[in-house]
């Protein structure tokens, strides 16, 4: 999928299938604004700067998904390794941000042997006050050092959430691993950034 019409069209289909807007997002890795626009194109209204990514080539396939993931945790060392300025880089606890960075944190933590939880995001949530939480079939995070585990930042707002969700429930968010960060941010709140890919828009 790579036209306009395409993902206008995939938008409006996963909504008639029940999917909010962050779902959506999620599903397209397009921010929640993208989306809104896709699914309403309001006349005059400026098309969102954004990018798709369309990774299924790898996300379908567990043995490349495991490969990708296998990177992402190289990089981290490397990264923390070669630079003393960076804080200790051990953890305990994989949070995938559901639901593209569920996979890949599950890969990550059996790879590593440690503790996974499940973060769901607001922008999921379509109550009155919608609010992130962690999921109470996995592990909880409280007192635990956090690797956060997503497959795109788009906007960085579900990062800053999962940041201070983790913080105000005692633990340390050591570092944000991503595949793909279109934002070209170094850190989120004080947190490192372990990204594959930046991606970015030439206007």
Same mark, same amino acid.
């Given at each position: 999928?790579?036209?306009?019409?395409?993902?206008?069209?995939?938008?409006?289909?996963? @909504?008639?299938?029940?999917?909010?807007?962050?779902?959506?997002?999620? =599903?397209?890795?397009?921010?929640?604004?993208?989306?809104?626009?896709?699914?309403?194109?309001?006349?005059?209204?400026?098309?969102?700067?954004?990018?798709?990514?369309?990774?299924?080539?790898?996300?379908?396939?567990?043995?490349?998904?495991?490969?990708?993931?296998?990177? @992402?945790?190289?990089?981290?060392? @490397?990264?923390?390794?070669?630079?003393?300025?960076?804080?200790?880089?051990?953890?305990?606890?994989?949070?995938?941000?559901?639901?593209?960075?569920?996979?890949?944190?599950?890969?990550? &933590?059996?790879? =590593?042997?440690?503790?996974? &939880?499940?973060?769901?995001?607001?922008?999921?949530?379509?109550?009155?006050?919608?609010?992130?939480?962690?999921?109470?079939?996995?592990?909880?995070?409280?007192?635990?050092?956090?690797?956060? $585990? !997503?497959?795109?930042?788009?906007?960085?707002?579900?990062?800053?959430?999962?940041?201070?969700?983790?913080?105000?429930?005692?633990?340390?968010?050591?570092?944000?691993?991503?595949?793909? !960060?279109?934002?070209?941010?170094? =850190?989120?709140?004080?947190?490192?950034?372990?990204? @594959?890919?930046? $991606?970015?828009?030439?206007?």
């Amino acid at each position: 999928m790579s036209s306009l019409d395409e993902l206008k069209m995939k938008a409006k289909q996963l @909504l008639s299938e029940g999917h909010s807007p962050g779902q959506i997002a999620d =599903e397209l890795s397009l921010s929640v604004e993208t989306i809104t626009w896709l699914l309403t194109q309001e006349k005059g209204s400026e098309t969102p700067k954004d990018v798709h990514i369309d990774w299924t080539s790898i996300s379908a396939n567990g043995e490349l998904l495991e490969d990708l993931a296998l990177i @992402l945790s190289k990089r981290h060392y @490397l990264t923390f390794t070669k630079d003393p300025s960076m804080p200790d880089a051990s953890y305990d606890v994989m949070v995938g941000i559901s639901i593209s960075g569920i996979p890949v944190a599950a890969v990550l &933590a059996a790879k =590593e042997g440690v503790d996974l &939880a499940i973060y769901h995001p607001s922008k999921q949530n379509t109550g009155d006050r919608p609010m992130g939480s962690i999921s109470s079939n996995f592990s909880q995070v409280k007192g635990a050092r956090s690797i956060i $585990v !997503d497959d795109v930042i788009t906007s960085g707002k579900t990062m800053v959430e999962v940041i201070e969700y983790l913080r105000k429930h005692g633990s340390i968010p050591v570092a944000i691993w991503v595949i793909f !960060d279109k934002r070209g941010l170094p =850190e989120v709140d004080g947190v490192p950034v372990i990204s @594959l890919f930046k $991606v970015s828009r030439i206007d």
